[in-house]
């Protein structure tokens, strides 16, 4: 059963204690140099993530992975041209790094693609920047909350179809995080 949950509306600059004291390490992945330095820049000014690299593509970043746990943000493109071969190489180079996908259309099909990959949730495509940090602080706080604790703070968005139930209203910039079980 695949259990799909919404991260909190929350502003970019809520954070939790422990992401206070020491930034979220970000790896950035995006085949355009003008937008993954760009996308570099802007969350430079967030207190609470550090971009300490910057690639072009999955199998970069797979041969220069950055040690201990990190979140790697790609987007959707350079997922679709790595496949399930990339996405294994970057989590096997990295294994305490979880992938981010940002980028993703708005449609159940290409969130299904993400999770299936292997990533750790998705960013959707018209999201602001104050969502996408909100959904890298969401992902950290997974990893470092009990799971227990993370599902129920994330009330009525499971599915028994494997099809994310969203709300229509909200879905528009809504970071979506999967759980996979048995």
Do not use: W
């Not at 072009?56 to 959707?76: M, W």
């Not at 679709?80 to 980028?103: N, Q, T, Y």
């Not at 950290?140 to 994310?164: G, I, N, R, Y």
């Amino acid at each position: 059963m695949r259990e799909y949950a919404r991260a909190p509306q929350r502003s970019g600059t809520e954070v939790s204690e422990a992401a206070a004291r020491t930034p979220i390490r970000i790896g950035v992945v995006h085949g355009s140099r003008l937008i993954a330095e760009g996308l570099r820049d802007l969350l430079g000014h967030e207190s609470t993530v550090s971009v300490t690299a910057v690639h072009l593509d999955l199998a970069s970043a797979a041969r220069e992975p950055i040690p201990g746990p990190h979140i790697l943000l790609a987007d959707l493109s350079s997922v679709r041209a790595a496949g399930m071969a990339g996405i294994g190489a970057c989590l096997s180079a990295a294994p305490e790094a979880k992938i981010l996908v940002f980028d993703v259309e708005d449609d159940d099909a290409a969130i299904i693609e993400c999770v299936r990959a292997g990533t750790a949730g998705c960013v959707l495509r018209d999201a602001s920047p104050a969502e996408l940090v909100a959904a890298i602080l969401f992902e950290e706080q997974l990893s470092t909350t009990d799971t227990t604790t993370s599902e129920a703070a994330q009330p009525d968005l499971k599915d028994d179809d494997a099809k994310p139930r969203t709300n229509t209203a909200r879905r528009r910039a809504v970071p979506i995080h999967c759980e996979c079980g048995d």
